[in-house]
């Protein structure tokens, strides 16, 4: 899994987490999956600073990859 991220950039190391996470789901709906970690966690499961993970899920929300309700992040 690690060289699976390790080359990308933050928004794609975190799209790839992510994917690796829903897969446990039965329901692939859009905005169906609620992802269980904090930011900071986040950035120690894909090697990215705290900062770089807010910016990326800001640009994935803006991009319509992800929703953010009351500070919950939703794929």
């Known amino acids: 899994m690690m060289y699976k991220i ?5 928004v794609e190391r975190l799209i790839e987490l992510i994917n690796i996470l829903k897969e446990t789901q039965d329901n692939n709906d859009k905005f169906s999956f609620e992802i269980p970690y904090t930011r900071k966690q986040l950035g120690s499961l894909t090697s990215l600073r705290t900062e770089t993970v807010i910016r990326a899920i800001k640009k994935m929300e803006q991009d319509n990859i992800v ?9």
């Open 67 to 75: 929703m953010i309700n009351k500070g919950r992040v939703f794929y």
């Open 6 to 10: 390790t080359n990308k950039n933050a």
